[in-house]
């Protein structure tokens, strides 16, 4: 029978220690998140991060938001299965990781309060909003209001003022009395500036008319106040609604793919606007992780499997309004009331490159001695109907393309409308979406609206005023007239301007898309172990159609 000694015992032992201290310094566990608390919050909240692996002391380890460390002295606490931090300033939403030397943890979504809101659930009867107050109780589109009360909540969240809004009715529409419809201020005048418990300063949105105004909290609205709109240099009218059923979808191919990935998906969704309005979801094959990122659907999936088919479908319906504007006597609009639309709009971008000196020489060109900003956006279109070239096959490039080879589909001619006017002192966006033809098929399409004070946003198409329209499509014999100053109710708007999306890693491989139905910076976003995939995004389908 084979023994061993003592001494020659105690040696396997240390060397059995030694391998064992090997493989588990190896194999040492990653620091994990699985709550944070809370979820959304505001910079200089206190953030508790509860999970495990973090660490029994901070040492050199560290939390990011949304790809911001906090300083040293924000950390309140560190425990291996809780930090405590102090939120640093950060964007609209990012994601938390805590990074422990080389590792670093899974990540979870913290969201900015003032912009991913979470609904309050129930009321109280004393709990809805009060308004007390209107200063001034008059005044013209994009005029500062102060809003005095109670219960307006501590933040906007998902709260809103609302103000009269009225469409012309149909002569075939049934005898009666409608009472008014309601337009929200608006984010994309920068309609709100406070928001408070007790006061909230913001400014009256485009097609808002005289009548009541209310403040509406998840907890109820308020009683209306009367407000004039008054002195406007024109009149707005929208008229023979439109309401359309669509639905469009992704189809996605994962190909090479590790644990952990996740890959996000920014779906576009129609906006709201004055001529845009009541849009609901009618179904989806899958919930968004977040429901409005910036008008955008948020979609999340998380460690996706290689050689696997994922997807996303949506269908929704919009009602759309032909606008028609008229101006009494251009020489009164005048450009002089600082905004943060006049401030904001008339800069340049990526896409509208309005500070080009050759693009300045050509405004300065085309609007001559003109001093009235309706005159000069007036004169700009005209020239691009007239000489840009504009046909109906898809171009590649943008305006400096546009401007030096005199030809322009329709993103290249919206593109460099927006640019000559903001050269000019206008300010002005592009605006992307569909045209719907008389067979119900769909055409991406890209026209401008411009800014006037006093009286808000006017609508321009040079495409369609050129008669660079698709097929089976109802184009006006008065085009080149119609198409400045109106539009027809035969599109749907997925942005009004640039939308710039955050990407949700500061590590993440994003796809590019240009020329979409959306001008959104983001589509898709891949982060982790996820090195190939492939999408298909289809095309808008017309699913229904109903006139008034």
């Given amino acids: 029978m084979r023994t061993f000694s003592p001494k020659k015992f105690?040696?396997?032992?240390?060397?059995?220690l030694f391998v064992m201290g090997l493989l588990t310094g190896c194999r040492e566990?990653?620091?994990?998140?699985?709550?944070?608390?809370?979820?959304?919050?505001?910079?200089?909240?206190?953030?508790?991060?509860?999970?495990?692996n973090?660490?029994?002391?901070?040492?050199?380890?560290?939390?990011?938001?949304?790809?911001?460390?906090?300083?040293?002295?924000?950390?309140?606490?560190?425990?291996?299965?809780?930090?405590?931090?102090?939120?640093p300033e950060f964007g609209n939403a990012g994601l938390v990781y805590v990074h422990r030397g080389t590792k670093s943890s899974n990540p979870l979504l913290f969201a900015n309060r003032a912009t991913m809101p979470v609904p309050v659930q129930g009321s109280e009867p004393d709990s809805a909003p009060q308004i007390s107050s209107i200063d001034p109780l008059s005044g013209v589109?994009?005029?500062l209001i102060t809003i005095q009360g109670s219960n307006f909540g501590s933040s906007r969240e998902n709260s809103g003022v609302f103000f009269s809004w009225d469409a012309e009715s149909s002569p075939a529409a049934p005898a009666g009395i409608n009472p008014p419809d309601y337009v929200e201020a608006s984010d994309t005048e920068y309609g709100y500036e406070l928001w408070s418990e007790r006061e909230i300063r913001l400014r009256i949105p485009d097609g808002a008319i005289s009548g009541n105004v209310e403040v509406r909290t998840p907890k109820g609205n308020s009683r209306p106040v009367y407000l004039e709109i008054s002195g406007k240099p024109g009149t707005k009218t929208f008229k023979d609604k439109r309401s359309y059923t669509f639905s469009y979808m992704v189809d996605l191919q994962i190909d090479q793919a590790a644990s952990p990935n996740n890959l996000y998906i920014w779906m576009p969704q129609?906006?709201?606007s004055a001529s845009q309005r009541n849009i609901r979801i009618l179904s989806?094959?899958?919930?968004?992780f977040v429901e409005n990122y910036r008008g955008a659907a948020l979609f999340q999936f998380i460690n996706v499997q290689p050689q696997t088919k994922l997807g996303i479908s949506q269908s929704c319906v919009a009602e759309v309004y032909a606008v028609e504007t008229t101006i009494k006597n251009p020489s009164t609009v005048k450009l002089n009331t600082p905004s943060p639309v006049g401030s904001v709009y008339i800069l340049p971008s990526g896409i509208i490159p309005s500070d080009n000196p050759e693009l300045k020489a050509k405004a300065a060109e085309i609007i001559g001695k003109e001093r009235d900003p309706y005159a000069k956006a007036q004169k700009i279109y005209t020239w691009l109907v007239s000489t840009a070239g504009i046909q109906t096959a898809p171009l590649t490039g943008g305006a400096m393309e546009a401007l030096e080879e005199k030809r322009a589909d329709s993103y290249r001619a919206s593109l460099l409308f927006c640019a000559l006017a903001r050269a000019a002192g206008i300010p002005s966006i592009p605006v992307?979406?569909?045209?719907?033809?008389?067979?119900?098929?769909?055409?991406?399409?890209?026209?401008?609206?411009?800014?006037?004070?006093?009286f808000g946003w006017v609508p321009a198409d040079p495409a369609l005023g050129a008669g660079a329209a698709p097929q089976d499509f109802n184009l006006r014999d008065d085009r080149a007239k119609y198409y400045f100053g109106n539009l027809d109710n035969q599109r749907i708007t997925f942005t009004r301007g640039e939308c710039y999306l955050s990407q949700m890693s500061p590590r993440g491989r994003t796809a590019l898309r240009t020329r979409e139905y959306s001008l959104q910076n983001l589509w898709e976003e891949a982060a982790g172990g996820l090195e190939s995939y492939s999408s298909l995004w289809s095309n808008v389908t017309i699913t229904g159609m109903y006139a008034e």
């Fill in 29 to 52: 566990s990653l620091p994990k998140i699985a709550v944070l608390d809370p979820q959304i919050g505001l910079a200089g909240d206190l953030l508790t991060i509860r999970g495990s």
């Fill in 432 to 454: 992307a979406g569909i045209l719907v033809n008389r067979q119900m098929e769909t055409t991406r399409h890209y026209w401008d609206e411009f800014w006037l004070d006093g």
């Fill in 141 to 143: 589109i994009g005029t």
């Fill in 284 to 288: 989806r094959n899958t919930e968004p």
């Fill in 10 to 16: 105690l040696l396997y032992l240390i060397k059995f």
């Fill in 54 to 87: 973090f660490g029994t002391d901070r040492n050199e380890s560290y939390v990011t938001i949304a790809g911001t460390p906090p300083t040293t002295s924000s950390y309140i606490s560190w425990k291996d299965d809780e930090i405590r931090v102090k939120v």
């Fill in 270 to 272: 129609p906006v709201v």
